[in-house]
C-alpha cells in the first residue's frame, strides 16, 4: 500500500517514513503543498497524511482541491492538539480520519491501516475472491485452505489486481504501485514480469483458476468472469 507523507518538519517525517516501511507501506514525501499536490497529481495513493500548517499554505485547501478532483486517496488530516475547527473543517471537508500532534507511530499506522480497510475492503481484514481467501492484517493468503507463501511484493501485487479486478493495469501503473516514486529508475520492466510470473506460479500450485492475463500492448488484467 502507497502512502503519501505531506510534512514540513523533517525529523517527524523522517521517523514516519521508517516506521510505516518497517510496517510494509511504500512511502512518499512531500514537505510543501504544491509538491504533494504535484505528486497527487501523477500517482494515486492509498492514503494521504496530510498536515495542516504547510510552509506554503494550509493543508486544508489541498484538501478542498483533492475533494473537488474526485480523488479517491484515503485521507488522515494531522494538526495541533487544540486546532478543534481544523479537525472539524477537515472531517466536513471529507477526510477519512483526524490526528492530533503529538502522536504514538503505532496509533498512526493503526489509523492507516483502518482507512485503507474501509476504503478498500468495506471495512473488513477478510478479501475473498471464489477459491481465494487473504486476510489482509496478517497477509496470509490460502487456496482452497491451502497456505501460499508469497513475498511481500507478491502480495501487494495480489491486492492490487483483486481490488482492480477486471480493469486493465498498464505496466507503468503496476510499477508504480510496488516501488511507487521509485518506479522511473527502472530502464525496464523486468521486475515486474519477475513477480507476475512467481506470483502466477504459486497461486496455480495451490489450485486457484488462472485469473492473472498479459493483454497484448497494454498490461494485465485479473479476469473474474
Known amino acids: ?19 510505516l516501511k518497517q ?16 505528486k497527487t497529481e501523477v500517482f494515486d495513493y492509498d492514503c494521504i497524511l496530510l498536515d495542516i500548517m504547510l510552509p506554503d499554505g494550509n493543508g486544508l485547501d489541498l484538501l478542498r482541491t483533492l ?18 475547527d481544523d479537525k472539524i473543517t477537515g472531517l466536513q471537508l471529507g477526510a477519512d480520519d ?12 493503526a489509523r492507516v491501516a483502518s482507512v485503507i480497510r474501509r476504503r478498500k475492503f468495506e471495512g473488513s481484514n477478510e478479501l475473498e475472491l471464489n477459491e481465494i481467501n487473504i ?18 511484493k507478491e502480495f501487494d501485487l495480489l491486492i492490487y489486481f483483486i ?10 501503473a503496476i510499477a508504480e504501485h510496488l516501488s511507487g516514486p521509485d518506479a522511473d529508475l527502472f530502464e525496464n520492466f523486468d521486475f515486474i514480469y519477475a ?11 495451490a489450485g486457484a483458476d488462472d485469473y492473472l492475463k498479459s493483454v497484448y500492448g497494454m498490461g494485465y488484467k485479473f479476469e473474474v468472469l
Open 23 to 38: 510496517e510494509g507501506y511504500t512511502c512518499a514525501v512531500a514537505a510543501t503543498a504544491a509538491d504533494a499536490l504535484a
Open 98 to 109: 483526524y490526528l492530533a500532534k503529538p502522536f504514538y507511530l503505532p496509533e498512526l499506522s
Open 1 to 19: 500500500m502507497n502512502i503519501l507523507i505531506v510534512e514540513d518538519e523533517p525529523a517527524l517525517s523522517k521517523s514516519i517514513v521508517t516506521y
Open 135 to 152: 486476510d489482509t492484517a496478517s497477509r496470509m493468503v490460502r487456496v482452497h485452505q491451502n497456505v501460499v507463501d508469497l513475498t511481500k
Open 163 to 172: 481490488v482492480n479486478k477486471n480493469r486493465v493495469l498498464s505496466k507503468t
Open 195 to 205: 513477480h507476475i510470473k512467481n506470483l502466477k506460479k504459486k497461486l496455480a500450485a
Open 67 to 84: 475533494k473537488r478532483d474526485k480523488r479517491m486517496d484515503g485521507i488522515i488530516v494531522v494538526s495541533a492538539k487544540d486546532a478543534l
